[in-house]
């Protein structure tokens, strides 16, 4: 019984359900760089929104990138909110994205 009860209140117990991904709020200024250790996350991009882990609308203004899912990309990492390196090999991905044309479907699929 203390079994089931210790069972219970790891898998049950309020605070239990899964964590968001740390991706899923991502918005703001992003800087693209070529050196993977340079890079806060590794970005798989797929053509598909149904792959895609997290769908990406980009910005033209850095003012409006409040939201996530909405980047707007700089040229300088000094600007940048985060760093991301896409790499080639979508198993080497921290997460994958895709392109949206719409600011109300960006963030976490």
């Known amino acids: 019984m ?10 049950l117990a309020p605070g239990s359900q899964a964590q968001t991904p740390r991706f899923c709020s991502l ?8 050196n993977r250790a340079q890079a806060d996350f590794i970005v798989y991009e797929e ?3 149904a792959f895609a882990d997290f769908l990406v609308y980009e910005e033209e203004n850095r003012l409006y990138a ?12 000094g600007l940048a909110d985060f760093i991301i390196f896409l790499t080639p090999t979508k198993n080497e991905a921290d997460f994958v994205i895709a392109y949206t044309d719409s600011p109300t479907f960006a963030g976490c699929n």
Do not use: C, M, Q, R
């Open 66 to 77: 409040t939201e996530e899912g909405v980047w707007f990309f700089v040229d300088n990492p």
């Open 2 to 11: 203390k079994i089931f009860l210790a069972l219970w209140w790891v898998l």
């Open 47 to 49: 053509d598909s929104e």
């Open 27 to 34: 918005h703001g200024s992003v800087y693209i760089t070529n």
